[in-house]
């Protein structure tokens, strides 16, 4: 991270943290994970963020396009002019589960052999470091479209999932025993769509005015 010009970093419920082994490889950059923020769950790692992208080598049913690293990079560099953004990598043995990829808006793959296609975290994160780095160098601010309004937060999106799903529980529309896949096809289409604060705004106002009607 520090190698490209990184600092900012956050941990998701580490088994060891601090940890003395983590500090003796991180030579020079004691001070990232000095800094080094922990929290209890990914949501709240992303608390405040734009967007988030997630570095995943498994096909996700249900899952926006991925992008390739160097694509997802040169987005997420310009996506920066609006507000923070997120790089979501999981653990070692697991990965990142399907859950944790639905709360990022995007998704990234890092093109290697059709035969044989293994990395481990740290070549995965120094490969997106690198490409954050030179896409910083070579992409500026995309010009902003009339009438933009700012994208929706992490924590915004958020609400208005857990606006419609009870919006939908109460009207009948989705039975809590039996909820199939339409919060994740939800997902899926607000991702798509790329929600803009103003917007996630006239949503929740609509389903609560459905809810007094109701």
């Not at 979501?88 to 399907?98: I, K, M, Y």
């Not at 070579?138 to 937060?153: F, H, I, L, Q």
């Amino acid at each position: 991270m520090k190698t490209m010009g990184l600092s900012k970093l956050v941990l998701v419920r580490p088994k060891y943290f601090p940890d003395a082994q983590a500090d003796a490889m991180a030579t020079g950059a004691v001070d990232i994970l000095a800094g080094a923020r922990v929290v209890d769950s990914l949501a709240q790692a992303l608390s405040g963020t734009i967007s988030a992208t997630a570095l995943t080598a498994r096909r996700r049913e249900l899952a926006t396009p991925p992008r390739w690293a160097r694509q997802a990079a040169a987005e997420m560099i310009a996506e920066t002019a609006l507000g923070e953004v997120a790089l979501v990598f999981g653990n070692e043995t697991a990965g990142l589960s399907n859950d944790e990829v639905s709360l990022c808006r995007h998704w990234a793959l890092i093109p290697t052999s059709p035969n044989y296609h293994s990395l481990n975290l740290a070549q995965a994160v120094q490969i997106l470091a690198y490409e954050l780095r030179l896409a910083a160098g070579e992409v500026g601010a995309p010009p902003r479209v009339a009438d933009a309004g700012k994208p929706a937060s992490h924590d915004e999106v958020e609400g208005l999932m857990a606006h419609l799903e009870r919006a939908a529980v109460a009207s009948g529309f989705l039975d809590p025993a039996q909820p199939k896949r339409l919060i994740l096809r939800m997902r899926r289409l607000f991702s798509r769509a790329g929600l803009e604060h103003e917007e996630v705004a006239i949503l929740r106002g609509m389903l609560s005015s459905f809810e007094v009607k109701n």
